[in-house]
């Protein structure tokens, strides 16, 4: 256990209409309002977004959105400005995740853009960065790391970027039911720390969150949080059920 509140953040990715997304945010609502220590959030699907909010308004469960596009209005077919995000209560929201790098062509350039237009709008980007199994192997952790957030944060300063969350998700371990171990989280965990001391100083790199995803449980949480420099976790697979996504948040 560490300084830093922790943060757990369940990502629903595309999963549950409208009503399904509701009800989930109904049950997780009762079963967190005795939470003091931890922050939460959920980020559903944008269709869910306004809906969501309603339920969890004045509760301690935070909204998230999933991804953005940093344009503030305008003929984008398909895409949601940070404005908009904004009006539904948003308060995080989910950048550079590797779905999105892998499947829908998302870089490090657009990650940086959108971590722009989310800090000028008053959101706090949730920096998801994390190698694949092929570049562990081939022990290129540390490089490939380097280069996601290196050029995922260029040209934006500490006076901008308060309240930026970082969120380490190894491809690997994403939805395989692979986690990595305590030991190879808090490695790389206290690698990006040191990134970031020497990109934005000390009191910024002791204060910022870095969160582990990739397959967290209930079973995993409490000893994943015991390390120096695992601020919370992202959550999958497991954040979809409420009583599952409730007993990771209560892990102490
Ligand atoms: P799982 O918890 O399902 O492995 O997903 C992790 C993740 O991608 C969260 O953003």
Known sequence: MNIRRPLIAGNWKMFKTCSE?????????TRVDDVTDVDVMIAPAFIALAQVADIVKGSKVSLGAQNLFWEKEGAFTGEISPHMIVSTGCK???????ERRQFFEETDESVNKKINAAVKNGIEPIL????????RESNETFSVLDKQITKGLQGLFTDNLKHLTIAYEPVWAIGTGKTATDEQAQ???LFLRSLIEKKLGNKFAESIKILYGGSVKPDNITSLMS???IDGALVGGASLDAETFSKIVHFL
């Not at 997304?21 to 609502?29: D, I, M, R, S």
Request: hydrophobic share 35%; with cysteine; proline share 3%.
């Open 21 to 29: 997304a509701v009800e989930t945010a109904k049950h997780l609502v």
């Open 128 to 135: 998801c960065v994390g190698e694949s199994e092929k570049e």
């Open 227 to 229: 390390m120096p420099d």
């Open 187 to 189: 490695e790389v965990h």
């Open 92 to 98: 995080y929201v989910i950048i550079g995740h590797s």
